[in-house]
C-alpha cells in the first residue's frame, strides 16, 4: 500500500558529496517521523539520522556535522546530504517512514529498497 523508493547512490571519492532521496507513495494520510539508516557488509544496520514532522533532526555521532536531514512534507519525501565522505560511509543506505494510512488509524513503518553508497579513490 506504500512505496518507498530511493535514488542518489553512487560511487564517490573520499571527501566528496553525495544526496540520496527517499519518496513515498500510496494510500497515505499522513507521514511521521522518517530516517535513514545504512548497514555495511557483516555489520548490522544502524541508524544515521531521523527527522520528525515538524522537523527536528537526530543524528549518529559518526555522521554529525557531515550529514544533513531534511523533509519535504507536500512531496512525502525525506532527503540525506551526505558531504565530506569516507571510505567507512561505504554501505547500502535505507530510507523509512512511520506512516498512517487513510482510513487506519495505526502507524507502519515501511522501508525502501535500499541504495549503494560506496566512498572509495
Known amino acids: 500500500q506504500v512505496h518507498m523508493v530511493e535514488s542518489g547512490g553512487g560511487l564517490v571519492q573520499p571527501g566528496g558529496s553525495l544526496r540520496l532521496s527517499c519518496a513515498a507513495s500510496?494510500?497515505?494520510?499522513?507521514?511521521?517521523?522518517m530516517g535513514w539508516y545504512r548497514q555495511a557488509p557483516g555489520k548490522q544496520r544502524e541508524l544515521v539520522a531521523t527527522?520528525?514532522?515538524?522537523?527536528?533532526?537526530n543524528y549518529a555521532g559518526s555522521v554529525k556535522g557531515r550529514f544533513t536531514i531534511s523533509r519535504d512534507n507536500a512531496k512525502n519525501t525525506v532527503y540525506l546530504q551526505m558531504n565530506s565522505l569516507k571510505p567507512e560511509d561505504t554501505a547500502v543506505y535505507y530510507c523509512?517512514?512511520?506512516?498512517?494510512?487513510?482510513?487506519?488509524?495505526?502507524?507502519?513503518?515501511?522501508w525502501g529498497q535500499g541504495t549503494q553508497v560506496t566512498v572509495s579513490s
Open positions: 500510496g494510500s497515505i494520510f499522513s507521514i511521521n517521523a
Open positions: 527527522i520528525t514532522k515538524s522537523g527536528s533532526a
Open positions: 523509512n517512514a512511520g506512516v498512517q494510512l487513510l482510513g487506519v488509524p495505526s502507524e507502519y513503518v515501511y
